[in-house]
């Protein structure tokens, strides 16, 4: 891990080197039916520069680990433990007024659903130079030039004449536009993308993908990009965590996690996604029964009651909870032994793919 810096810093760190650590995460709600574990042991390391992909279902833990790096859960009552260690600075050990002054500045957040992120009542130029004037010591005129130059960047046109119209006159693509030129309007070093593609159709998918690439490199941000389809991450990631009932059950390079992938979970992933590279004979396979309750979650292996593969009486996959393999090429959280993993992949799900 690279050497501290103060809050205030803006040295970049070099290309590669980590700039977000997250330690054995949990994050719990206490409701009258008990304790929810949202979010139960996660670790992962983001590098500088690049990208990681968090897949999942719904209700696997993804939005919640997201919000848990931005701060968002302070005030409530949400029970948080473990390492977020940005930029060698510890996020979850700030005072409240140092975290406001690295949200949105430092670390930023694309949501899911901009019409409802952005603010109905103001027009999209003020939410844009709000969030630049926070941070900086500048006139209304000076931010308002900034946001319209970044608008344009984003790809909105007419900017000049778009900042003073309201989120409703948007498009959805051009509020999820809006809403990139917002997280991106204070050069941050870290930008999460949570569903950004979700309602919008298709072509406007690929144009918002393109564009974060293309931010990216401009800026050399770091991105975090949330979904639950695989094929959203498959080409701008550098690796991929696969979530599952709150806690990581694989994770790797993209290339192996399309390629050789380990987890049987995995697997039904990349089996529900429609593929367009090739004429596809077999029907779509969706995954089994529905995910776990968070409050009462399987005994032994989270996945097991879903899972085709299993095999409770030599595994134990219903009572021994399975930890990451060390000796596996990528780390992977699997009663199955490796070889035989390997085996039915080859032989029973890449021909399916």
Same mark, same amino acid.
């Given at each position: 891990?690279?050497?501290?810096?103060?809050?205030?810093?803006?040295?970049?760190?070099?290309?590669?080197?980590?700039?977000?650590?997250?330690?054995?995460?949990?994050?719990?709600?206490?409701?009258?039916?008990?304790?929810?574990?949202?979010?139960?042991?996660?670790?992962?390391?983001?590098?500088?520069?690049?990208?990681?992909?968090?897949?999942?279902?719904?209700?696997?833990?993804?939005?919640?680990?997201?919000?848990?790096?931005?701060?968002l859960y302070r005030g409530t009552r949400a029970e948080i433990s473990g390492l977020i260690s940005f930029d060698g600075v510890d996020l979850l050990g700030l005072a409240d007024e140092d975290l406001r002054r690295r949200r949105?500045?430092?670390?930023?957040?694309?949501?899911?659903?901009?019409?409802?992120?952005?603010?109905?009542?103001?027009?999209?130029?003020? =939410?844009?130079?709000?969030?630049?004037?926070?941070?900086?010591?500048?006139?209304?005129?000076?931010?308002?030039?900034?946001?319209?130059?970044?608008?344009?960047?984003?790809?909105?046109?007419?900017?000049?004449?778009?900042?003073?119209?309201?989120?409703?006159?948007?498009?959805?693509?051009?509020? =999820?536009?809006?809403?990139?030129?917002?997280?991106?309007?204070?050069?941050?070093?870290?930008?999460?993308?949570?569903?950004?593609?979700?309602?919008?159709d298709v072509t406007v998918q690929a144009q918002i993908l393109d564009l974060l690439v293309g931010l990216q490199k401009e800026f050399g941000s770091s991105i975090i990009i949330i979904t639950h389809d695989l094929g959203v991450?498959?080409?701008?990631?550098?690796?991929?965590?696969?979530?599952?009932?709150?806690?990581?059950?694989?994770?790797?390079?993209?290339?192996?996690?399309?390629?050789?992938?380990?987890?049987?979970?995995?697997?039904?992933?990349? =089996?529900?996604?429609?593929?367009?590279?090739?004429?596809?004979?077999?029907?779509?396979?969706?995954?089994?029964?529905?995910?776990?309750?968070?409050?009462?979650?399987?005994?032994?292996?989270?996945?097991?009651?879903?899972?085709?593969?299993?095999?409770?009486?030599?595994?134990?996959?219903? =009572?021994?909870?399975?930890?990451?393999?060390?000796?596996a090429p990528h780390p992977v959280r699997c009663l199955i032994p490796r070889d035989e993993r390997t085996r039915t992949f080859q032989t029973q799900i890449r021909p399916s793919l």
């Amino acid at each position: 891990m690279s050497t501290a810096l103060s809050v205030e810093s803006e040295e970049r760190l070099p290309r590669g080197d980590v700039l977000l650590s997250v330690r054995d995460l949990r994050v719990r709600f206490p409701t009258e039916d008990g304790l929810v574990k949202a979010v139960d042991g996660l670790s992962f390391d983001l590098r500088q520069g690049e990208t990681l992909g968090i897949v999942g279902e719904s209700g696997s833990g993804k939005s919640v680990t997201s919000q848990a790096i931005m701060g968002l859960y302070r005030g409530t009552r949400a029970e948080i433990s473990g390492l977020i260690s940005f930029d060698g600075v510890d996020l979850l050990g700030l005072a409240d007024e140092d975290l406001r002054r690295r949200r949105g500045k430092d670390v930023a957040m694309v949501f899911q659903d901009p019409l409802s992120a952005l603010h109905p009542y103001y027009t999209v130029g003020n =939410q844009v130079v709000e969030a630049y004037r926070v941070h900086h010591d500048t006139t209304k005129a000076a931010a308002r030039q900034r946001a319209i130059d970044m608008l344009d960047r984003v790809g909105i046109p007419n900017p000049a004449k778009r900042i003073d119209q309201y989120p409703h006159e948007f498009s959805g693509g051009m509020r =999820q536009r809006a809403m990139i030129a917002m997280a991106l309007v204070n050069d941050p070093r870290l930008v999460i993308a949570d569903e950004p593609t979700t309602a919008l159709d298709v072509t406007v998918q690929a144009q918002i993908l393109d564009l974060l690439v293309g931010l990216q490199k401009e800026f050399g941000s770091s991105i975090i990009i949330i979904t639950h389809d695989l094929g959203v991450v498959a080409e701008m990631a550098n690796e991929i965590l696969v979530m599952y009932a709150g806690r990581a059950v694989e994770r790797g390079e993209a290339e192996e996690l399309f390629y050789a992938p380990e987890h049987p979970y995995t697997w039904g992933l990349l =089996q529900s996604m429609p593929r367009m590279d090739r004429l596809r004979i077999e029907r779509l396979r969706p995954i089994p029964g529905n995910p776990p309750s968070l409050i009462s979650p399987p005994s032994g292996c989270a996945f097991h009651p879903r899972c085709t593969f299993r095999d409770d009486a030599r595994l134990g996959c219903a =009572q021994v909870e399975p930890g990451f393999e060390a000796d596996a090429p990528h780390p992977v959280r699997c009663l199955i032994p490796r070889d035989e993993r390997t085996r039915t992949f080859q032989t029973q799900i890449r021909p399916s793919l």
